[in-house]
């Protein structure tokens, strides 16, 4: 009896890390297949047209600037590019705040971006009137590597509903 009991025991010991090698074969599989799960999901492919300075080095970064988004009246999303250059060495985290009756309204908060990479339009509130509304545009910088944050910029900025 004591014979059955040490196969039983064996059997179920086998079993278990099978199942185990199993679930780690799995995770491993998983993981290799998501690219850059660390990237916001609706960035693309973009050619910016910030031209890379003179002198730039791989310490350096540079951030857009913006001025003035226009949207036409009655629209609810604008076609600005959130972009990250691809001579940068770093990655982008965007967040558009409108501010409007001393209230402040977050429009989008993007996750990594990756150089050479954007995301291209956000949303507005819908039957904004025409007219200018402040904007508060922050860039986030992160290491490319251990994504682990670095500087950034704020920038203000005008969303014009034309």
Known sequence: ???????????????????????????????????????????????????????????????????????????????????????????FKYSVVLVRNHKEDKLIETEMISPGKAVVGFNIPKGLPKGKYPLKIQVKTFDISSHSPLNGGDNDAVLEVV
Do not use: C, H
């Open 1 to 91: 009896m004591k014979n059955k009991k040490e196969k039983n025991i064996i059997i179920i010991f086998l079993t278990t890390i099978i199942i185990f090698i199993a679930l780690g074969i799995s995770l491993l599989w998983n993981n290799s297949n998501k690219k850059n799960s660390f990237e916001d999901p609706n960035a693309v492919a973009y050619n910016s047209e910030i031209k890379k300075p003179v002198d730039f080095s791989k310490k350096q970064i540079v951030l857009p600037g913006f001025s003035t988004i226009k949207v036409d009246y009655g629209s609810t999303r604008t076609n600005v590019a959130l972009s990250n250059p691809s001579f940068n060495r770093v990655l």
